[in-house]
């Protein structure tokens, strides 16, 4: 046995409001991309959470954010799992590691509408307790019942890649026994915009490693995972963590940063680079990352690979604090049921990438696969899993 | 404890800091590491947050190129946030292109990565008061995983109008250079737990700032100190009972 078992996850995101909802929308090609909120001062699709959820708890009434809301959804699924896990370890011996890029934001934007228009916050309305990285984790620890150490990780769109980082680090200094990871990230207009001032935003659909693809499209979800000292199922295996130093938004074009979290990721867990049969890529849409993100990989994989590589952004937008937990549940359901979904929207696949990009849905035996995120201020990781043994 | 580094308007450094002798020329931090158009777009946070980072790391010997970093911050970048959601409320609502790339919680560790060429582990936390020892768990776990040293930067600025509520008056920037090697430390810390001291008190200026939890941490390690820190912040919300904490040793 080596790494440590993932034994449940859930999500919900454009593609649907349950992890099953979801994985059979990616499994059928379909895109859950829609148009963009009204008041989106341009043209553009987006991955939104469409349709009303659940409210939280009485209680919890001061953190009923849209977040909060995605949150308790995914975790609704887990609810099983995490009383096992409880159970198993105790309340204490469980800790919390999510990731977030702005949190709640959107509830941040109506707050200042409102001061901007009436003078006044909306009652009760708490930046710093509630509508913030502090209250996502309040969220988190209120519904799963976790009670170890809790960490929120913000590094952009590679936040909930890196909490399985910070779980194999905690579960090998045997500071806890499991750990629940995960993501959250809510659309808003301060990520639109400000992906549009970058020239990064596509007017239509993402088409990540195609030749004719034209920027990112937003999107937002929560994904969640819980990964444990002993149990089945496939396997958190070793994690890369870099930085490109190399600008704040945009990547190194020569890939040296997502190269060396790809190597470490394998170093960690001391694997072949050639037992890779899968690439969750980041695969944004936009020309600089697929082309940095393809030398990257045929780098560290080598010019013989044959990995599928698959980017999942054109099915779900980019989820940003949400995306590397998101693309690692894809990842662990393709080690776990042998499926890879199409990258949808890359045929025809761009011929100066130097990987191989599966067009078509595949079914095969594999061994194992990464899953990489990128972000701005050159902040990387890649997460190696294995197949349940 | 190989190294603090801190920054504050009128405290340049830990040992002015310690001697309670604000000095009224340090009111921007020197940020040597920025230069050129990297220092001209950098954010306050930025600059202090890479001021202290310095400051630990000198102390500490460490290698900046190629040292790990954890970052930790409560409001990330409020400032610049905030100056986003302003210009949607103006015009076409268009965003600034620099303003937006600053806006992310890692933009510090994402100028200092940038301006050292370094390309080792990074990360940022985000969080509520017990931030402080939460960075020092993440920091205690990668020195266990085989690194031999990081630096964790503790930065944040005070709220601004309309959501100004923390009482926090002035911005802070503590740095941490922790090593597993005992030679050439200058405090040994033992025992993070969660419930074994008494909240931190807040203190002027820096009012709820919650990575000001740090505060004594950093003091008894200048002071050579023997005894137990608190590291999470008392909020006055009827939970502020025992947090968590950390014993300080000279060595």
């Not at chain 1, 990230?185 to 990520?191: A, E, K, S, V, Y």
Request: some cysteine; charged content about 20%; aromatic content about 4%.
């Amino acid at each position: 046995m080596s790494g440590h078992p993932v034994t449940a996850w859930a999500m919900l995101n454009a593609l649907g409001a349950t992890t099953g909802e979801v994985l059979e929308a990616l499994h059928a090609g379909r895109s859950g991309l829609s148009p963009a909120p009204a008041d989106t001062p341009f043209e553009t699709v987006c991955g939104a959470v469409l349709g009303e959820l659940p409210a939280l708890p009485e209680g919890l009434a001061e953190l009923d954010f849209k977040n909060n809301r995605m949150i308790y959804a995914a975790l609704h699924e887990m609810e099983g799992a995490l009383a096992a896990a409880r159970e198993r370890w105790g309340a204490r011996r469980i800790g919390i590691a999510v990731g977030s890029s702005t949190a709640a934001m959107d509830a941040t934007e109506a707050a200042f509408g409102r001061w901007r228009r009436s003078g006044a916050l909306p009652a009760g309305f708490d930046i710093l307790r509630r509508a913030s990285p502090e209250g996502m984790l309040r969220a988190v620890r209120a519904r799963s019942g976790a009670e170890g150490p809790a960490i929120l990780i913000s590094t952009a769109c590679s936040s909930s890649g890196k909490v399985f980082g910070t779980a194999r680090r905690w579960l090998d200094a045997d500071l806890v026994d499991a750990v629940l990871v995960g993501g959250a990230d809510t659309l808003c207009q301060t990520t639109l915009r400000g992906f549009r001032a970058l020239s990064l935003v596509g007017s239509e659909a993402a088409r990540p490693f195609c030749a004719e693809r034209g920027g990112i499209n937003i999107g937002e979800g929560a994904a969640f995972a819980l990964v444990e000292r002993s149990g089945s199922g496939p396997r958190l295996l070793g994690v890369g963590e870099s930085a490109d130093a190399h600008h704040m938004s945009s990547p190194d074009p020569e890939g040296r940063g997502a190269a060396l979290a790809m190597q470490r990721a394998l170093e960690a867990a001391d694997r072949s680079p050639g037992d890779v049969d899968h690439v969750n890529a980041h695969g944004t849409g936009t020309r600089l990352n697929d082309a940095m993100e393809a030398a990257a990989i045929r780098q560290v994989l080598g010019g013989d690979s044959s990995a599928a590589v698959v980017s999942t952004k054109a099915y779900t937008g980019h989820t940003l604090g949400a995306a590397g937990a998101t693309e690692a549940i894809f990842t662990l359901d393709a080690l776990s049921s042998g499926r890879i979904p199409a990258s949808l929207g890359a045929d025809p696949v761009d011929p100066a990438l130097p990987i191989e990009v599966a067009v078509e849905p595949r079914r095969e035996r594999l061994r194992l696969a990464l899953s990489n995120s990128f972000a701005f201020g050159g902040n990387n990781v890649s997460v190696l899993f294995g197949a349940p043994e | 404890m190989h190294g603090v580094g801190l920054w504050s308007p009128g405290f340049p450094d830990a040992a002015s800091w310690c001697a309670g002798e604000p000095k009224a020329t340090a009111r921007e931090p020197a940020a040597a590491l920025l230069e050129g158009a990297l220092r001209r777009r950098a954010t306050l946070h930025a600059r202090m947050a890479a001021e202290a980072f310095e400051q630990a790391g000198r102390q500490s010997g460490a290698d900046l190129e190629t040292v790990p970093t954890i970052w930790a911050t409560a409001h990330g970048e409020h400032e610049t946030a905030v100056a986003i959601l302003a210009m949607m409320g103006e015009g076409e609502g268009r965003v600034s292109p620099t303003r937006f790339h600053n806006s992310v919680y890692n933009t510090p560790a994402g100028y200092a990565s940038i301006a050292l060429g370094n390309r080792a582990f990074s990360t940022t936390l985000a969080g509520g008061p017990d931030l402080a020892a939460m960075a020092l768990f993440e920091a205690g776990a990668l020195l266990g995983s085989g690194v031999h040293e990081t630096i964790v930067v503790l930065a944040d600025e005070p709220l601004v109008v309309p959501f100004d509520a923390d009482g926090a008056e002035a911005p802070l920037a503590v740095a941490l250079a922790l090593s597993s090697r005992a030679e050439g430390a200058s405090a040994r810390l033992a025992d993070l737990r969660p419930q074994g001291a008494p909240r931190v008190e807040r203190r002027p200026p820096f009012g709820g700032l919650y990575i000001s939890a740090v505060l004594p941490l950093a003091e008894a390690c200048i002071r050579g100190e023997s005894t137990r820190v608190g590291l999470e912040l008392a909020c006055g919300r009827g939970e502020d009972g025992r947090g968590w904490c950390v014993d300080v040793s000279p060595r």
